[in-house]
Nanobody, 115 residues
Framework: VQLQASGGGLVQPGGSLTLSCAASGNIVSINNMGWYRQAPGNERELVALISTIGPPNYADSVKGRFTISRGDAGNTVYLQMNSLKPEDTGVYYC??????????WGQGTLVTVSS
């Protein structure tokens, strides 16, 4: 099983961007799916997480600006990012927990917020 992320790019402050991450392979089921980011010189941090039950979880820094969702089949996760700030710049990684294989990471997609 694997994850393929896409949608990164350069955007001006205040702009919007949508990231996508599609799972493929011999999928049995996927529990949690999420997005993490890593800014230069910083550790990787959780941005948003969505599971099969309960509401999504967001980092405080993105609440009200970012929205995580899953596709109808449950194999794709999206991150809608609005009102982007320079501090949102970083490499964004998707993550998913596959039953029975365990967690997997996507390859990362770069988001740059700059004028």
């Amino acid at each position: 099983v694997q994850l393929q992320a896409s949608g990164g790019g350069l955007v001006q402050p205040g702009g919007s961007l949508t990231l996508s991450c599609a799972a493929s392979g011999n999928i049995v089921s996927i529990n949690n799916m999420g997005w993490y980011r890593q800014a230069p010189g910083n550790e990787r941090e959780l941005v948003a997480l969505i599971s099969t039950i309960g509401p999504p979880n967001y980092a405080d820094s993105v609440k009200g600006r970012f929205t995580i969702s899953r596709g109808d089949a449950g194999n794709t996760v999206y991150l809608q990012m609005n009102s982007l700030k320079p501090e949102d710049t970083g490499v964004y990684y998707c993550n998913a927990y596959f039953t029975p294989y365990g967690p997997r990471w996507g390859q990362g997609t770069l988001v740059t917020v700059s004028s």
